[in-house]
T-cell receptor, first 119, second 113 residues
């Protein structure tokens, strides 16, 4: 089945120790997103890739970086995690409607998330 | 600019009774509207979507929503709640192609036996 996969599902890191979260997709979608979701809040968009073009949200801290080496994979790097970065991190994909063949444009498909704990 | 207001942070129902989760939106363009469901420690699953076709949209698990442009509403309903429906529900709007989604703050649905 086509899907969005996130690894690991649970990640524990130490304060200030760099950590990388992984997302892969078999949907062949050209857009990939990273969201941060804190407890009892809505997901907050950190950034997204349109193909290889990186689009950062204005209020995303510099501590958060991303890489997309190919269509299938996208990584979230947190350079120096703080206690406030503990959250669920969600990866999502979508297909831009100008290339889409059906009515699925701008629908986003989410992975199961990675729960990050910072000690 | 687009925005979403979910009118209730929590809704409690008994199993077998109807569910109504309310959502109002604001958008400068013809919007696409979605309802996503999130079970504890899980990702978001799409329940249904409106993309300017039929105004009454049927989704998975017996849920449906009606797009009412005059009321700028997109309320989610289900005739009979099941225990497995207990989860958080997000109403979401998008008005520019592939671009970013705007989430409501979520409504926690509690289902009692």
């Amino acid at each position: 089945d086509a899907m969005v996969i996130q690894n690991p599902r649970y990640q524990v890191t130490q304060f200030g120790k760099p950590v990388t979260l992984s997302c892969s997709q078999t949907l062949n979608h050209n857009v990939m997103y990273w969201y941060q979701q804190k407890s009892s809040q809505a997901p907050k968009l950190l950034f997204h890739y349109y193909d290889k073009d990186f689009n950062n949200e204005a209020d995303t801290p510099d501590n958060f970086q991303s890489r997309r080496p190919n269509t299938s994979f996208c990584f979230l790097d947190i350079r120096s995690p703080g206690l406030g970065d503990a959250a669920m991190y969600l990866c999502a994909t979508s297909r831009d409607r100008d290339r889409g063949l059906g009515s699925s444009y701008n629908e986003q498909f989410f992975g199961p998330g990675t729960r990050l704990t910072v000690l | 600019a687009q925005s979403v207001t979910q009118l209730d942070s929590h809704v409690s129902v008994s199993e077998g009774t109807p569910v109504l989760l309310r959502c109002n939106y604001s958008s400068s363009y013809s919007p696409s509207l979605f309802w996503y469901v999130q079970h504890p420690n899980k990702g978001l699953q799409l329940l249904l979507k409106y993309t300017s076709a039929a105004t009454l949209v049927k989704g998975i698990n017996g849920f449906e929503a009606e797009f009412k442009k005059s009321e700028t509403s997109f309320h989610l309903t289900k005739p009979s709640a099941h225990m497995s429906d207990a989860a958080e529900y997000f109403c979401v709007v998008s008005d520019r192609g592939y671009s970013t989604l705007t989430f409501g703050k979520g409504t926690m649905l509690l289902v009692s036996p």
